[in-house]
Structures are given as structure tokens and as C-alpha cells.
């Protein structure tokens, strides 16, 4: 019960079963582990994912690497580090869209490969290499 907003998108890791993300319209990303008991089951939060207090409306985890990406009304995709999620901060921003973020999806194969789609009616696809 830790989202004061509609939760938009929720996400089991790939890599740790227990473990899953959520996003909501009350601007915040969370990572959360069912192995903790309730109170303390959201491990990992970012309160304004995107800044200026803006849903977030997608997620999706890295098959490989400890990174969860989340795409939000401002049009923009974030890649977050999970080791410096506590920190609030993005390690990269990805501003192509004229519209929210719809759909994000990692490469399955491809490590670094992402595509993103927005309400702009456009897909983008990334290559971080």
C-alpha cells in the first residue's frame, strides 16, 4: 500500500523471482521483495521518477544487467541502475517522444537494444552499445 496513485504497470524481475517493480500515476517507481513482510516489502523507491511529479506509466527489466527501464507522460525514457535507484536519479534520459510512453520493451537477445513506443504514434528503438 505504498502507491497513492493509480499503479499503471507491475513487473516480476527475470532475474530474482520474489522481486517486482510497479510504477503509478503518483509519479513513483518501486521495487518491491514478497519475501519481506508487508511493511517493509518495498525494498527500492524513486518518489518523482520522472520529475514535476508526472505518471509513470511503464516498466521493463534488463534480461541481464540489474537495470529497469520506465517511460512516462513527459514523453521520456529513464534507464535506472538499480544499485543507485535509492539515489532518485536516472543514469540516462531518453527524450525522442512527443507523447507519453505506452510500451517499453528490452531486446530479448540483445543486451543494451530497447524499443520504446508513445502516444505520439511512433516507436524508437535504442542501442546502448
Do not use: Y
Not at 525494498?43 to 517511460?71: K, M, T
Request: hydrophobic share 35%; net charge negative.
Amino acid at each position: 500500500r505504498s502507491h497513492s496513485g493509480s499503479v499503471e504497470d507491475a513487473q516480476w524481475s527475470p532475474n530474482e523471482p520474489p522481486v517486482f517493480a510497479s510504477c503509478s500515476a503518483d509519479a513513483s517507481l518501486r521495487v518491491w521483495d514478497v519475501r519481506a513482510p508487508p511493511p517493509r516489502a518495498c525494498q527500492l523507491a524513486a518518489p518523482d521518477a520522472h520529475g514535476g511529479g508526472g505518471d509513470v506509466n511503464e516498466l521493463s527489466w534488463s534480461p541481464r544487467e540489474p537495470f529497469l527501464l520506465s517511460g512516462g507522460d513527459d514523453g521520456a525514457v529513464r534507464l535506472w541502475d538499480l544499485r543507485r535507484l535509492q539515489t532518485g536519479s536516472s543514469v540516462a534520459t531518453f527524450k525522442q517522444h512527443g507523447g507519453p510512453i505506452v510500451s517499453l520493451e528490452w531486446h530479448p537477445t540483445e543486451s543494451g537494444v530497447l524499443a520504446a513506443a508513445g502516444a505520439d504514434d511512433v516507436v524508437t528503438q535504442w542501442d546502448l552499445g
